[in-house]
């Protein structure tokens, strides 16, 4: 899943993008509300982290902004504001869900993991086609029978396949999943993580289709 950070201090903005990236998240961070406004514009993210207090344009007007346009991605508020006043008017405004910092990341986890069942980009806690089974909380991936906890970049390469089962996905189509903006990717880091992940089941785990892409069969 790929994740739009919308916050301007810099120690947690690059902790949120570590630790997303460690619970194999793609993410891409701004810093201020104009650039967070042309961020949720381009799209093709399945949750926005947003603060209230941005340089620019406020989380407020950027969450009114959406809503007005009858954008339903899920977007969770990540604010120092605790007043009563300030939570109400941003789930009035749409807000999915209101975290006051400091907060510990398993809290945002979790609470990504229960706004994205309510919107039903996750409604099940595994994905599972007739030999594969991906646990979405633990991280593990049962193939035949053999199960293994995936380092997050293989896992987020997994989840990806069993999304769509069945479904042809480009290079291009897994480098967007698996890397942030401006994250220096090499030309063949989507093999060598194909490579890792048939080392530690079967070659047949993943199906290579020449000149097309990669698949995991339904």
Known sequence: MRVLVIEDDMMLGKALAQALGDA???TDWVRDGDLGAEA????????VLLDIG???????????SLRAAGDKRPILIITARDELDDRVAGLDLGADDYLVKPFEVKELL??????????????????????????????EVKYRGNGEVLPAREFALMQ????R??????RAQLEERLYGWGEEVESNAVDVLIHYVRRKF???VIRNVRG?????PK
Do not use: F
């Open 165 to 170: 089962p069945g479904t042809i996905l480009s």
């Open 40 to 47: 949720v514009a381009v799209g093709g993210h399945g949750v």
């Open 212 to 216: 097309a892409g990669w698949m995991i």
């Open 24 to 26: 194999g998240m793609a």
């Open 110 to 139: 979790a609470r990504m993991r229960a706004v994205l069942r309510r919107h039903g980009g996750e409604a099940v806690s595994t994905l599972c086609t007739s030999e594969i089974e991906l646990d979405l909380a633990s991280h």
């Open 160 to 163: 990806a396949l069993l999304e």
């Open 54 to 64: 941005l340089p620019g344009r406020s989380g407020l007007e950027i969450l009114r």
């Open 202 to 204: 079967d070659k047949d």
